[in-house]
Structure formats: structure tokens, C-alpha cells
């Protein structure tokens, strides 16, 4: 077996690695091995070899992997941000920068005015983010309000 192929085939296995671990680490390996199997028929000497497979699995991990994360992993957002951050509740309680309470979804949250301004009670206001158990919200505004 010549020694390209040898490393082709180390490269099939790093791409079986990576279809049962799907993290986008192995592919770079995959990559890097392919890489020097097409070296390895103009330059036999091993350590060579060894540098190019460390550069380009390095070069891969450091500029491709976090190309590829972004494309292909996508996920999905749970908890607090998706249920909660950006949702219209009911001041139920006037809201200062200091204290307040909403309700949404018929729970209550401790409430903090983001902007400084007094949110009077009954008011409608948009969750802008949470800390702990606080939620900071903003008046809402309704289309063609000024």
C-alpha cells in the first residue's frame, strides 16, 4: 500500500468519526489527511508530512470549523429568550428603574424599567431581557404610535 493511500484512507475514517460524532471536529482531521495524502506522492518524508497534517488540521480548526458551526448547527433558542424576550405583558404594578411587577403568560415577574422612565399600572410593555428572576421591559409601543 502506497502511502497516499494509506493516509486517504485515515481520511475516511476521520469522516466515519464525524458522522457518529456530528461536531465538525473530525472533518478538519478528515480534511488535513486528504491534504497530505495529495503531498504525500511528490514528498515522502515523513516528517514533512507530519508538519503539513499539524498546519492545515490547525489551520482547518481555527478558520473553517467556525464557518461550517454557523452554516450547518444550527439551534434553536429555548427557554427565556424564546418565550419570553421580546413578548408584550401587563405592568401590573407601576414600573420604575427600582421596582415593579408584570404579568405574561399568567405569572408574575419582578420588573425594572430599562429607559428610567415610570410605567404606570395597566400599561402594555415589551420584555426587553431578563436577569435572574428580574425582567427589564420598555413601554410598547403599538404601530403608528408615536
Known sequence: MHLWELLAVLG????????FTPSM?????????????IVSVYEKNPYV???VFFV?????FIFLRPILVKKFCKT????????YIG????????????????????????ARSENKTVI??????????????????EPFKKEGEA
Open 87 to 110: 413578548a408584550v405583558a401587563k405592568a401590573e404594578e407601576d414600573v420604575s428603574e427600582f421596582s415593579g411587577v408584570i404579568s405574561i403568560y399568567g405569572e408574575r415577574w419582578e
Open 25 to 37: 471536529f473530525f472533518l478538519n482531521f478528515a480534511l488535513a489527511s486528504f491534504i497530505c495524502a
Open 56 to 60: 492545515f488540521s490547525f489551520v482547518s
Open 49 to 51: 508530512l507530519v508538519g
Open 120 to 137: 404606570p399600572k395597566g400599561s402594555e410593555v415589551k420584555i426587553l431581557r431578563n436577569e435572574s428572576i428580574i425582567m427589564y421591559v
Open 76 to 83: 434553536k433558542e429555548t427557554g427565556m429568550q424564546s418565550k
Open 12 to 19: 475516511i475514517g476521520f469522516l466515519i468519526l464525524e458522522m
